[in-house]
């Protein structure tokens, strides 16, 4: 079926019904509809990829997560865009630190003199201490809409973006162990065990998270490679250039 795509100067759902600023995107399922905010190529053709995921998931997959289905939105977004792949990931990754405190950065010193000491010590992307702590491990689990919970009925979360991050983090790591056909069984197992959506727990296990905080954290920083750091850097610091 079509999927009608609305490019707008200011979102909104009708006329007069504007929606959250912070908001670039969203799908109205029930509509096959997709709104995006005016911009370059580039963001139009990033956010299309992701809004695509909530339009074309069939009733099978209804049984998947919030959190986890802009996860694999994210996820399939990154996989689209191999030549920004870096910068998403690392915005994804990003969010995802910032439930579990943040991001540490060491700067040592080169010079065989103190070689091996740590000069600084930086923290990025600390949680912003009006939110609630967010347990990445019960977040998909959370049916009440509490705490910044992704709010349908249009698909998008006006609030809370490290549960982007966590649904990114999770999802990406089920498809590189089960594979895109391994997350849908766990859909289809749900639905015929009469559950309304799979439980975190058969996510977590696939994905390697079912441990403590330390075990999220290392799962980040396997991620975060030369060119995710680059990225992270530059979105610090506009005009870092490559040393």
Sequence with gaps: DAVEVRIQPELEIYEGWPVDRDVPAFTIETLRRIHMVEGDVDHLSAALAHELVHSMLGPSWETLPPVAEEGLADWVQEQLHAGNSAFMRADHLAKASAALGGLDFGLWCPWPILEGQRLATFRFFLPDEQLDPIDPRTAM??????????????????????????????????????????LHALCVRARE???????????????????????????????????????????????????
């Excluded at 999220?216 to 506009?238: F, H, K, Q, T």
Aim: net charge negative; proline share 6%; glycine share 12%.
């Design 141 to 182: 689990d959370d049916p009440s809409g509490s705490s910044g919970f992704l709010w349908r009925p249009y698909e998008v979360s006006v609030s809370d973006p490290r549960l982007y991050g966590i649904g990114y983090l999770v999802v990406s790591r089920c498809v590189e162990r089960i594979g895109i056909e391994g």
């Design 193 to 243: 065990e009469g559950l309304e959506q799979v439980p975190a727990a058969w996510m977590l296990e696939p994905a390697g998270l079912m441990g403590d905080d330390d075990t999220w954290r290392a799962a980040i920083a396997e991620r975060l490679g030369i060119n995710e750091l680059l990225a992270l850097g530059r979105s610090i610091v506009p005009d870092l250039v490559d040393l």
